[in-house]
């Protein structure tokens, strides 16, 4: 059964990196087609795509948050990576991270982890 | 990139049907059959109940349904029940240039 547990800090000051790990289990991020990506969910509102990742190294940002995310992973722990810039209170949000089976179909999501930016 | 256009909300009464549009472009929901739902109750992880416009996951209930014409497409819910109330998002992929995901603003369902 496909598993994701996202982790890293809970508290950032304004201008440090965000960096969160999701944890891939019961299945392998080297599989096929599927595409790895990162949501996110302000407290309050809606939910915005950051970005996915294939394991041939291609990835897709979204435009608005392009400059300032980057994503990655390591196949041999079955982790993925995301890293943003340059952060403020607007990236306070819950973080997840999920299985994209293409067309922005998450299937599979993470239960999220909180992100606080506050000095 | 603008957000999907979703109501902010939208109720109805048992058994009864309602619909949630998401209105979009040509260069997301009107250019290409990604479309997807999700259900999201509070506290809770989103749900994925749509895909590919009208396509539904294994599991879930075959009362929720999706369809599209032009840049608009819509989720049916019919037999509304008090376990659908619910945030519901539209999500397409979308193309400018570049390809990215883009996500409705959500719908309240309030079941009455």
């Known amino acids: 059964q496909l598993q994701l547990q996202e982790s890293g800090p809970g508290l950032l000051r304004p201008s440090e990196t965000l960096s969160l790990t999701c944890t891939v289990s019961g299945a392998s991020v080297i599989s096929g087609s599927d595409h790895w990506g990162w949501i996110r969910q302000p407290p309050g509102k809606g939910l915005e795509w950051i970005g996915s990742m294939h394991y041939s190294g291609a990835t897709n940002y979204s435009p608005s948050l392009k400059s300032r995310v980057t994503m990655s992973m390591d196949t041999s722990k079955n982790q993925l990576f995301l890293k943003v810039t340059s952060v403020t209170a607007a990236d306070t949000a819950a973080y997840y991270c999920?299985?994209?089976?293409?067309?922005?179909?998450?299937?599979?999501w993470g239960k999220g982890t909180t992100v606080t930016v506050s000095s | 990139q603008s957000a999907l256009t979703q109501p902010a909300s939208v109720s109805g009464s048992p058994g009864q049907s309602i619909t949630i549009p998401c209105t979009g472009t040509?260069?997301?929901?009107?250019?290409?059959?990604?479309v997807s739902w999700y259900q999201q109750h509070p506290g809770k992880v989103p749900k994925l109940m749509i895909y590919d416009v009208s396509k539904r996951p294994s599991g879930v209930s075959n009362r929720f349904s999706g369809s599209k014409s032009g840049n608009t497409a819509s989720l049916i819910i019919s037999g509304l029940q008090a376990e659908d109330e619910a945030d519901y998002y539209c999500c397409s992929y979308a193309y400018s240039g570049t390809s990215f995901v883009v996500f409705g603003g959500g719908t309240k369902l309030t079941v009455l």
């Open positions: 999920a299985r994209d089976r293409g067309g922005g179909t998450s299937d599979v």
């Open positions: 040509s260069s997301d929901v009107g250019g290409y059959n990604y």
